[in-house]
């Protein structure tokens, strides 16, 4: 018997290195052990403490669309008990606590390193968790009790607006003590799943649609496949949401001073969003399409610290500085780092038919004057009224073209064209912009090898469309460093400017050089011999 409980220890404690292994691995040991300690009694934590640790209770909630499902403050009633749920099954509750073991072995499988579909699976498995204890029961099924099992089923475009507004505040992840949470529309993203994963899409008007009034069902592996090509960010919400929490309750000041800034953006947030084509809504849904550094600082504009955040980021905005090329080129040039173009436009016949949409354009660069397509990298969005992701397609690069009116002008019988252009080729380009900001013309993706294919609105068809402009926002995704460093550029080249510009009268005026003495020298004796200074 001494001999059965030696080996039941020594294989308990192989798996508690292996977990810790894995927890270094992704650099969250020192964080789980602080966390652990502060919590536990008698070598284990209770679960009420988890479950308020984790707790989404929020007494004042407000939406950007102004109405919310009924159910949906329940589901976040109970999202700390389901989280709870989930990470430790019931086997791991038996003692009436959390052993560290039990701990790391829960926070591992449920927040580790694993393909995006187990990863979204937990998620589904704990928002219906949720939602059935709040009494709304999603159509969701798992082939298994354990955390990883596969799910199936279906999910209306309401449940999928819930599972998305639950990720909006695990990415916000605002502390415990805030009871106010402001949401953003996400009718955008709601309606890119719908056009992508329901049966009869064209049949639906996405055009001013109510997320919560549609009714086609969404199979669970559509879903699957819309949220890893469209939004891969998505499935690293819950995982960031758990680490975040424990940091938080790690942190002895973060239940002082983080408190007050974070309430600050839920507030005067929600009231500035608005304002600017990049809202809320669509900056979160563009971090969740990006893997890669430029994600970080489109997070810092969707969850600002401060109104600084947003002076230093937007570049340009027609509706402030002017439309126009020129306007434009005065406020971007200079800027050597990620920029992110949007343009708001309407087209149609007449005003009955007219329809408004968002499209933009992210690029890996600054925009140069050059008379050819340029760039390193970069993406197509349609963000309004569904969002897609159109990114390289690696057959050609002709990523974006910025070209101005030539300082010197001379006949050319094949000038270039004068504009914003991204994918396509010369005159036949994706988008292009016209110089006076007035037009914007989408033309079908069969003529760009750059960019991949689909529609940039809904119901392009096949002809180029030409837009009347109503805003055009430039946002600067480089950080600080690099808006420094055009500031300081444009500081020289307002220098060199007012140089060129002012006359030196000392020289300009010396009478001994000037052209009227020679003049009158000239005339009082003409037939003076003068040498000639060589």
């Known amino acids: 018997m001494g001999a059965s409980s030696s080996k039941n220890g020594e294989i308990q404690s192989n798996e508690v290195r292996d977990l810790e292994a894995q927890a270094v691995s992704n650099g969250v040991l020192s964080i789980l052990r602080t966390f652990f300690s502060k919590l ?58 959390i052993t560290w073991v039990d701990f790391l072995r829960g926070y591992v499988r449920c927040c580790g390193r694993m393909p995006a579909s187990s990863l979204l699976n937990i998620l589904f498995r704990v928002l219906a968790l949720a939602a059935q204890r709040a009494g709304s029961a999603m159509k969701l099924e798992f082939d298994s009790e354990e955390f990883d099992g596969k799910a199936s089923g279906s999910i209306s475009p309401q449940d999928l607006g819930i599972i998305l507004w639950v990720c909006w505040i695990m990415s916000s992840n605002p502390p ?7 949401l953003p529309d996400v009718s955008h993203l709601v309606l890119s799943a719908v056009e992508s994963c329901a049966d009869n899409a064209s049949a639906i008007d996405l055009w001013g649609s109510d997320i919560l009034s549609l009714e086609p069902e969404l199979t669970v592996g559509k879903i699957h496949t819309w949220a890893i090509r469209t939004v891969p960010n998505l499935t690293d919400c819950f995982s960031h949401f758990i680490t975040s929490r424990m940091k938080q309750d790690s942190s002895s000041e973060s239940n002082g001073a983080g408190t007050s800034s974070t309430l600050a953006e839920n507030g005067s947030d929600a009231t500035r969003s608005e304002s600017y084509l990049l809202t809320r809504g669509r900056a979160w849904a563009l971090f969740l399409s990006q893997r890669s550094s430029i994600s970080d600082h489109i997070l810092k504009i969707c969850f600002p610290c401060n109104d600084d955040v947003i002076e230093e980021s937007l570049l340009y905005r ?39 949409w ?21 993406c197509l969005y349609s963000i309004d009224p569904t969002f897609h992701v159109f990114s390289a397609a690696g057959s050609e690069q002709n990523y974006m073209y910025s070209h101005l009116h030539p300082a ?81 550029y444009q500081k020289r080249e307002d220098l060199f400017t007012a140089q060129r510009r002012t006359i030196d009268l000392k020289t300009f005026t010396n009478w001994e050089d000037s052209p009227e003495k020679m003049m009158m020298d000239m005339m009082s004796n003409p037939n003076t011999v003068r040498r000639e200074d060589r």
């Open 176 to 182: 415990r003590e805030s009871q106010d949470v402001s």
């Open 40 to 97: 536990s009694d008698a070598d284990s934590v209770s679960l009420s403490s988890l479950q308020q640790c984790f707790s989404l209770n929020y007494a004042n909630i407000s939406c950007e669309t102004g109405s919310l499902p009924e159910c949906f403050p329940g589901v976040l009633e109970h999202m700390g008990a389901a989280i709870t749920d989930t990470l430790f099954p019931s086997n791991c509750q038996e003692g009436g606590g």
């Open 318 to 356: 027609s509706r402030v500085h002017g439309k126009g090329l020129n306007r434009f080129w005065l406020n971007v040039d200079g800027y050597h780092g990620p920029v992110l173009v949007l343009v708001s436009a309407t087209s149609g016949e007449s005003s009955e038919n007219s329809r408004k």
């Open 408 to 488: 010197m002008r001379a006949y050319d019988p094949h000038p270039k064209p004068v504009g914003i252009a991204f994918g396509g080729s010369a005159g036949n380009e994706r988008v292009f912009i016209d110089d006076d900001f007035a037009k914007v013309t989408v033309r079908h993706h069969a003529l760009d090898k750059t960019y991949q294919h689909g529609s940039l609105f809904p119901n392009q068809g096949y002809l180029p469309v030409e837009a009347s402009v109503l805003d055009v926002e430039v946002w600067g995704l480089g950080g600080k460093a690099t808006k420094e460093v055009q500031i300081s």
């Open 358 to 378: 968002i499209i933009g354009a992210l690029t890996h660069q600054g925009f140069e004057n050059r008379d050819v397509f340029y760039g390193s990298g970069g």
